[in-house]
């Protein structure tokens, strides 16, 4: 059960963080279009 509940926690912290990239990243891409 423990296994499981550091599973979770890891994929939640992962997916935020390849989230929060992945949005950096389309607004950079955003700003490089509307130059």
């Known amino acids: 059960m ?3 509940m550091v599973a979770i ?3 939640t912290v ?3 963080i390849l989230i929060s990239e992945f949005t ?3 607004e ?3 700003l ?3 130059r």
Do not use: E, K, R, Y
Request: aromatic fraction near 0%; charge should be negative.
């Open 14 to 16: 992962v997916g935020g």
């Open 2 to 4: 423990l296994t499981i």
């Open 28 to 30: 950079s891409i955003d």
């Open 24 to 26: 950096s990243a389309a």
């Open 9 to 11: 926690t890891i994929a």
């Open 32 to 34: 490089g279009v509307n």
